[in-house]
């Protein structure tokens, strides 16, 4: 009896094309990530619950718990799946101190899995790339001011809609709430990260269970704050709220704003209702919305921490550090979902070597050989049928060469260029496709 084949939802299986598109943003980001320094790591898939949880009280909502049948009360019986790649990161640089040259600037691509309600951009299981800065003692605000310029950078190279970045600092949140008098920091910042979720009136009804009416009022002000410049300062002081942890925050965000100056204009803006809900963040906070699809939420995000690392290392020693992540499979989920991304074939090969029979496969596979010395890629058609059945299968795959050998003069070639449809002559030892054939290549198409 066949059984029907059922998906598990939350969990992206691409087809050969979109792995294609999923392989290229992650080759080009990475090739970045390099380009300004960053050194590649990897850590496990999973980690003692109570380092996961570390994260917040939330946190239990989103790990995946892992069992197996062997795990009868032993220690790894107490093992999830990381949920993101900062966490573990930070467990990373605890237990190798003596190995790591600070600071240490790292990059990191991969799979994460968090316990998610399924919907569009959102997965139980995603590839995300993280950058991070960590040092010993203090990290300089010069890293804070970089990152989001890297990340602009990286992301406006790549064939997706205009991502802007909005920058805040927890500093200058919990030293408003503090100037007004609050106590509760942390659920207060919590709400708030729910603004555009729950909206004005949603935040004003949760926060009215512990503030009075004076301090919501203020608050909701201060989260309609936004620049793409200083100018939120003033905005801030017009509210008569003081604090010196207030001061310090609004005077590291000036510096993050005014050290930017140089990107795409709207590329970087101070939204002061941006609070990240992840307790870990201490300073500065990033997340980026991609335009036409601002209802997704973040498609990049991150912040400073101060203390991850050293909870991790569990001596008291400071290890600070500040990071960004992009969440690689919520941008392409939604681009691809919706057909505004496609990839021009759904195979690397440039070439189809045309098979004229069984008698001559050993040469087709000389040629292709000889094809992929030379860095072309290659594959060779597996059957001798008609040759215009062989062309509609590299039509329908998007190889935009096919090679022909003549049979009765094995030196004597011809190569099909499928976009214009025209065979001409072609040495083996010096042929080459056209530059923009090469490889395949990514188009983001406009909806419409």
């Keep these: 009896m066949s059984r029907a084949v059922s998906s598990i939802s939350g969990f992206p299986e691409w087809l050969p094309e979109q792995q294609i598109a999923q392989d290229q943003f992650i080759a080009h980001v990475r090739r970045k990530f390099e380009l300004h320094g960053f050194a590649p790591i990897e850590t496990r898939a999973v980690e003692p619950l109570t380092t996961l949880q570390q994260k917040g009280a939330d946190a239990d909502k989103q790990i995946y718990v892992l069992q197996h049948s062997g795990a009868d009360g032993d220690a790894e019986a107490q093992l999830g799946l990381h949920f993101d790649l900062t966490v573990p990161f930070a467990r990373f640089v605890a237990e190798r101190l003596d190995a790591l040259t600070f600071p240490l600037k790292r990059y990191q691509i991969q799979r994460a899995w968090r316990g998610e309600r399924p919907q569009e951009g959102r997965y139980r299981e995603f590839v995300q790339a993280d950058i991070d800065v960590v040092n010993r003692g203090t990290l300089p605000l010069i890293h804070d001011i970089e990152l989001p310029g890297i990340l602009i950078e990286i992301l406006d190279e790549l064939p997706i809609p205009p991502v802007t970045v909005l920058v805040n600092n927890r500093k200058l949140?919990?030293?408003?709430?503090?100037?007004?008098?609050?106590?509760?920091?942390?659920?207060?910042?919590?709400?708030?990260?729910?603004?555009?979720?729950?909206?004005?009136?949603?935040?004003?009804?949760?926060?009215?269970?512990?503030?009075?009416?004076?301090?919501?009022?203020?608050l909701l002000s201060l989260c309609r704050i936004s620049s793409d410049d200083a100018s939120f300062v003033d905005g801030v002081r017009a509210l008569a709220v003081t604090s010196p942890l207030l001061d310090e925050g609004l005077a590291e965000l000036v510096a993050v704003m005014e050290g930017n100056r140089h990107v795409r204009r709207g590329a970087l803006r101070a939204s002061l209702h941006i609070a990240r809900g992840l307790d870990y963040y201490t300073g500065t906070v990033y997340e980026g919305t991609m335009a036409g699809f601002e209802r997704l939420g973040a498609v990049c995000s991150g912040g400073r921490y101060d203390s991850l690392v050293g909870q991790a290392h569990g001596r008291g020693e400071a290890f600070p550090g500040v990071g960004v992540s992009i969440g690689i499979t919520r941008i392409l989920g939604v681009l691809m979902g919706r057909g505004l991304l496609v990839a021009s074939r759904q195979t690397p090969a440039c070439v189809m070597v045309a098979l004229n029979d069984d008698a001559h496969r050993d040469d087709a596979m000389q040629i292709a050989r000889t094809l992929r010395a030379r860095g072309i890629p290659t594959e060779v058609f597996h059957e001798p049928i008609k040759f215009g059945k062989q062309i509609r299968y590299a039509q329908r795959k998007g190889i935009p060469y096919v090679w022909f050998q003549d049979p009765e003069v094995a030196t004597r070639h011809q190569v099909r260029d499928m976009s214009q449809g025209a065979q001409v002559d072609a040495d083996l030892a010096t042929w080459a496709p056209e530059a923009q054939w090469e490889r395949p290549t990514i188009t983001r198409k406009e909806p419409g």
């Excluded at 007004?180 to 659920?187: E, H, N, S």
């Excluded at 990260?193 to 009022?217: F, M, N, T």
């Design 173 to 218: 949140m919990q030293g408003f709430c503090e100037g007004l008098g609050i106590t509760d920091l942390v659920g207060t910042l919590r709400i708030i990260d729910k603004l555009d979720k729950i909206g004005p009136d949603g935040v004003r009804a949760q926060l009215a269970a512990s503030c009075s009416e004076e301090q919501v009022g203020k």
